[in-house]
């Protein structure tokens, strides 16, 4: 990669860090982004305030997990970010967040049903809840790349949301997706409501036209 192009990286994922933590859905430092880059991927570091941390902080790791330079620590759930890369060669950004209905969703350790057609955004018919294990451990990262399968965002149960993409700027529009459709459900199941699920045959023709969406002809 050469050198302007690995500093356009850098600040792309640092500025998804920030865009993140403004939102809200880092609280305490939580979450993590990454962006796959020729060697490997860049990640943001360990316990590092968003706010104090700058493109030089950010750690480059093959996809075996190796650091290849940075002199912080790579976030905790780096072996999630490097199996997805692994798994899914179409992936380029992945993004963790803490955002706080989609993670309060999570500790019911239930998914989000296709009660919107935006649930389409994350790839599928529905955005499935991964089974607990402990962060930063192969255990989550199995479940993660599990329940990423054929999907573009999952939730975690007790923890938060992964969302992936062709692109940081795509990850991030379907994290924050998942966090307004978390809430909507959130908020029709608080009513004492029974959202009305829309059958996977409907959702078969959203995804056809989510496919066919902003193309000419």
């Known amino acids: 990669m050469k050198r302007d192009d690995d500093l356009a990286a ?3 994922v640092l500025a998804i860090a920030l865009a993140m933590d403004a939102a809200g859905f880092a609280p305490s430092k939580s979450g993590n982004v990454s962006t796959r880059v020729a060697r490997g991927f860049l990640v943001t570091p360990s316990a590092l305030p968003y706010a104090q941390t700058r493109e030089k902080d950010l ?3 093959d996809l075996d997990g190796k650091v290849l330079s940075g002199e912080r620590q ?3 759930e780096w072996r999630f970010h490097a199996a997805i890369y692994r798994a899914r060669p179409e992936i380029n950004a992945v993004v963790h967040t803490h955002s706080p209905r989609a993670t309060a969703l999570s500790t019911a350790r239930t998914g989000i049903p296709a009660f919107h ?3 389409a955004i994350a790839g599928g018919h529905d955005i499935r809840c991964a089974p607990y294990a402990t962060f930063g451990t192969q255990a989550l990262c199995n479940h993660a790349v599990a329940a990423l399968e054929g999907r573009k965002a999952t939730l975690l149960s007790n923890h938060g949301v992964i969302a992936i993409g062709a692109s940081l700027d795509a990850a991030w529009t379907v994290a924050c997706e998942v966090e307004n459709l978390a809430g909507q459900y959130l908020d029709v199941c608080a009513a004492g409501l029974k959202p ?3 059958g996977k045959a409907e959702m078969q023709r959203v995804l056809a036209q989510f496919a066919a969406y902003g193309r000419k002809g």
């Open 10 to 12: 850098r600040r792309n």
């Open 59 to 61: 750690v480059l790791l």
């Open 74 to 76: 790579p976030s905790s």
């Open 117 to 119: 057609y935006m649930i």
């Open 196 to 198: 009305v699920i829309l």
